[in-house]
């Protein structure tokens, strides 16, 4: 069952979000590639393994941190770090 635990403002203007679930928990050699694109242990045809490699892009792309947490049998915790005044990396690189 996932829940989102609590979110906080941290100095520096920024937000920490974290989420939690009470699920099997992921196994440490694949808790390494939980962020790369095409990674899945679901059979072929039950999904593309995209889903957490766009997340982290997205979170990335807005200056932002997802860092993951987990253990077998007692589920796993993302947390999730984004600045509250977010400055695109474009523009970031046009000055």
């Given at each position: 069952k996932l829940r989102m635990n609590y979110i906080k403002i941290l100095p520096g203007d920024k937000v920490k979000?974290?989420?939690?679930?009470?699920?099997?928990?992921?196994?440490?050699?694949?808790?390494?590639?939980?962020?790369?694109?095409?990674?899945?242990t679901k059979t072929v045809g039950k999904g593309t393994g995209l889903g957490m490699s766009i997340s982290y892009r997205v979170i990335k792309d807005h200056n932002g941190t997802i860092d993951v947490a987990s253990k077998v049998g007692e589920g796993t915790k993302f947390t999730i770090v984004l600045p509250i005044n977010h400055v695109a990396k474009e523009k970031q690189e046009q000055h």
């Amino acid at each position: 069952k996932l829940r989102m635990n609590y979110i906080k403002i941290l100095p520096g203007d920024k937000v920490k979000i974290e989420f939690i679930d009470t699920g099997s928990g992921i196994p440490e050699e694949n808790l390494k590639k939980v962020f790369e694109p095409f990674f899945t242990t679901k059979t072929v045809g039950k999904g593309t393994g995209l889903g957490m490699s766009i997340s982290y892009r997205v979170i990335k792309d807005h200056n932002g941190t997802i860092d993951v947490a987990s253990k077998v049998g007692e589920g796993t915790k993302f947390t999730i770090v984004l600045p509250i005044n977010h400055v695109a990396k474009e523009k970031q690189e046009q000055h």
